[in-house]
């Protein structure tokens, strides 16, 4: 079957900085997706990694390794509206994609 | 306004009725989905559609009716609700298959 871990949720302070794992198992892969979703809102677009390697966009940075089918969001300066829950998702060989349940993220002063 | 659209907000319904969730957007993005979000699960796919009149079953159809007759709507239907049904629907767009999705704000349904 199909799968993407990830944990279920994370403290951290802020200013600090946080990384947010996930793991997949899928048949096939056309590119991995993080959202961020805020309590109560729809998840909004973070990044896309399809090759191996680092994708940096601000304070935020995702990883990507396929032979290892492993990821992590890097968040740098945590500001306290960085608190939120942050979903994996992975493009299967249909193109259909394959969400994580999502890891909560709470930041402490 | 631009962007996607779902109403009703908030929807409270009785078990057996049928009942209509709405989704519009003004990108004019090829392709449309329709999620529900449960706690303890990730987004699961229930219907897409990569063009008008092209609709396909994701991984929860059961329950659940669609239809795209304009590229602009993506109406979900549930036709006779059940309370395992209650649950946050989220509509997304995306101007292709592997492009980032845009969400709707959600549309939280409650089956009583």
């Known amino acids: 079957g199909q799968n993407i871990d990830q944990p279920t949720e994370m403290t951290a302070t802020e200013g600090a900085i946080v990384q947010i794992n996930c793991t997949y198992q899928?048949?096939?892969?056309?590119?991995l997706f993080w959202y961020q979703q805020h309590a109560g809102e729809a998840p909004t677009f973070l990044s896309y990694n399809v090759l191996d390697g680092l994708e940096e966009k601000g304070r935020f940075s995702s990883f990507l390794s396929r032979s290892k089918g492993y990821s992590y969001l890097l968040l740098k300066e945590l500001q306290m509206k960085d608190s939120a829950s942050y979903l994996c998702?992975?493009?299967?060989?249909?193109?259909?994609?394959?969400w994580g349940a999502g890891t909560k993220l709470i930041i402490k002063p | 306004d631009a962007g996607i659209t779902q109403s009703p907000r908030y929807k409270i319904t009785e078990t057996g009725r049928q009942v209509t969730l709405m989704c519009h957007q003004t990108?004019?993005?090829?392709?449309m989905f329709w999620y529900r979000q449960d706690l303890g699960h990730g987004l699961r796919l229930i219907y897409y559609s990569a063009a008008a009149d092209i609709t396909d079953k994701g991984e929860v159809p059961d329950g659940y009716v669609v239809s795209r007759s304009k590229t602009e709507n993506f109406p979900l239907t549930l036709e006779s609700a059940t309370r395992s049904q209650t649950s946050v629907y989220f509509c997304?767009?995306?101007?292709?298959?592997?492009?980032?999705?845009?969400f709707g704000q959600g549309t939280r349904l409650t089956v009583v």
């Open positions: 899928t048949s096939g892969f056309n590119g």
């Open positions: 998702a992975v493009m299967d060989s249909n193109y259909q994609l394959i």
């Open positions: 997304a767009s995306s101007e292709t298959e592997n492009t980032e999705a845009f």
């Open positions: 990108w004019s993005h090829s392709y």
